[in-house]
């Protein structure tokens, strides 16, 4: 079984990727797979969503196939998920990959803050007929000062959240990730 971990964000020491990193360090080795091509992919044109697609496209493709699950992780701008993002998610509309795939999302913004990314990824994500697991779908809130200098989270109760996302993942495909 094999998780794909997609964060939203560009910036450098973003707490959303450094959540999905935090969960591939508990995961065992080889289970967990970070998308790291946010910022490679073109702008979505409707025109190029066919064979050959571009490079950066076909790569993340085949990640969603390969993965039997996927774990998203988004900032929020202006009251919606960021244009990068947005343009991630355009390009799995035209594919089939995420079509009934699980997947979850974790908001590590503030109480009170996130909610636009989120309802906004519901929503694309009931579009290509994901399988959302709303148990795994989880509120952490994550600052700054949770993340140390090389982007790691050691807080004991960070982890163990992140840990009960994953663990409501397996419960929904009825199997663990595993080596």
Not at 9 to 38: C, H, I, K, P, Q
Not at 49 to 71: G, N, T
Not at 156 to 165: H, K, N
């Amino acid at each position: 079984m094999r998780l794909a971990l997609i964060s939203g964000s560009t910036r450098r020491d973003s707490t959303n990727t450094a959540a999905l990193l935090a969960v591939r360090d508990l995961m065992a080795e080889g289970t967990a797979a970070f998308y790291e091509g946010l910022s490679d992919l073109p702008a979505f044109n409707p025109d190029d969503d066919r064979d050959p697609l571009p490079d950066a496209v076909a790569e993340l493709r085949q990640l969603i196939a390969d993965s039997d699950a996927l774990l998203f992780c988004t900032p929020e701008y202006a009251g919606t998920l960021p244009g990068s993002f947005k343009n991630l998610l355009d390009w799995t509309v035209g594919g089939s990959e995420i079509g009934a795939k699980p997947v979850a999302w974790i908001n590590v913004a503030a109480a009170g803050r996130g909610d636009g990314a989120t309802s906004t990824l519901a929503a694309v994500l009931n579009y290509v007929d994901a399988a959302v697991i709303d148990s795994a779908c989880q509120r952490i809130s994550i600052g700054r000062a949770d993340v140390d200098h090389d982007d790691h989270i050691e807080d004991a109760d960070i982890r163990a959240r992140l840990a009960d996302v994953v663990a409501e993942l397996e419960a929904s495909l009825g199997v663990p990730f595993s080596a």
